[in-house]
């Protein structure tokens, strides 16, 4: 969460602060556990000082490579998805202790449900609250990563109302209902005996590997393009955002967004496309991996305009460079 924040562009040592965290000891090893109020504090001091309300949200649609390790550890336990949720749900308390996983299937659809260790009452903390939109938004990107394709749910159920029910469908990709006591994704049946795709966690991988091998911000020119550059590149599994939907991550319009990049003489296209070279370069280079899986990595539906764009960026098309 503080390092999120960070690429929000707030300093980690004065939320710490204000949450009374000692940000040196936290660092170590064998730091003290957070208590529930600095957590608290945590989560609205990160909002205010970002001055987004939704924080969580956007925080939990940021956790792209996070859910994909832990993706990557379950495909190599699991032959379908119900098998791999399963596994997971027993990994929360790892997580979190706020919560745990609960899966229950009917005929036609499974839910997934989030069940509070203790009663958060009829209004629940705002940090509960925050904590519920991260691990429901990880679950839907786990999803995607077990398929190779974006889930829509059937329905998200939440005990509370939404502040924002548009930013809530746009990352749930439909539009959450409020329902007492309950949190919880709904999803058609037809994926719980969907086979996992083994190839899927060696191409997570390598964008796992390719995220921890960035520059550290510290060592970059601090601009909206490298934040940018930066943000898309680790969350660039089946696709690089979109220009609404950075924007709307980074909690202000598009119209913003594109006048701040113009004022560093870019444009936001430039900067998703640097984007998917550097990915397409690096999958290729990396090993034999099919050319069409690579092409859905970045976002391509078809494979023929993937190779358009990969003659645009390099010259070469996707066959010809993988044989130099």
């Known amino acids: 969460m503080i390092a ?19 940000l040196a000891l936290l660092k170590k090893e064998n730091s003290p556990s957070v ?4 957590l608290q504090d945590l ?43 399963t596994h997971a749900a027993a990994l929360t308390h790892h997580v979190t202790d706020q919560c745990r996983i609960e899966i229950h299937r009917s005929t036609k659809t499974f839910h997934v449900a989030l069940i509070p260790t203790i009663d958060q009452g009829p209004t629940p903390p705002y940090a509960f609250r925050q904590l519920i939109d991260v691990l ?12 190779l394709e974006k889930i829509v749910p059937q329905a998200v159920y ?12 746009r990352v749930f990709r439909c539009k959450p209902a409020k329902r007492a006591g309950e949190y919880e994704l ?43 550059y930066n943000y898309l590149l680790a969350n660039s599994y089946l696709g690089v955002s979109s220009l609404n939907d950075m924007a709307a991550n980074f909690n202000i319009s598009p119209r913003s967004l594109q006048r701040k990049l113009k004022e560093e003489g870019v444009k936001y296209q430039d900067i998703a496309d640097e984007v998917r070279r550097s990915l397409a370069v ?43």
């Open 4 to 22: 999120y924040a960070v690429q929000r562009d707030v300093d980690a040592a004065q939320l710490c602060k204000l949450a009374g965290i000692d």
């Open 35 to 38: 208590t529930a109020q600095q």
């Open 43 to 85: 989560w609205l001091n990160a909002s205010r000082l970002t001055n987004d309300p939704l924080f969580g949200l956007h925080f939990g649609e940021s956790l792209q490579p996070a859910a994909l390790g832990t993706v990557g550890q379950i495909i190599q336990s699991s032959a379908t998805v119900g098998e791999a949720l």
């Open 136 to 147: 429901m938004v990880v679950i839907i990107h786990e999803l995607d990563g077990l398929l």
């Open 158 to 169: 939440l005990a509370y109302r939404v502040p924002d029910p548009v930013a809530y469908e």
């Open 186 to 228: 709904v999803f058609d049946i037809k994926y719980w005996d969907e086979p996992l795709l083994t190839a899927n966690y060696e191409l997570q991988s390598l964008l796992l590997q390719k995220v921890s091998s960035m520059p550290q911000p510290e060592a970059q020119p601090h601009t909206l393009k490298n934040r940018i």
């Open 282 to 324: 690096y999958y290729i280079s990396s090993g034999n991996y099919p050319l069409k899986d690579i092409s859905w990595m970045l976002g391509y539906n078809e494979l023929s305009a993937f190779t358009r764009a990969f003659k645009r960026w390099t010259g070469s098309t996707p066959v010809n460079y993988q044989s130099l």
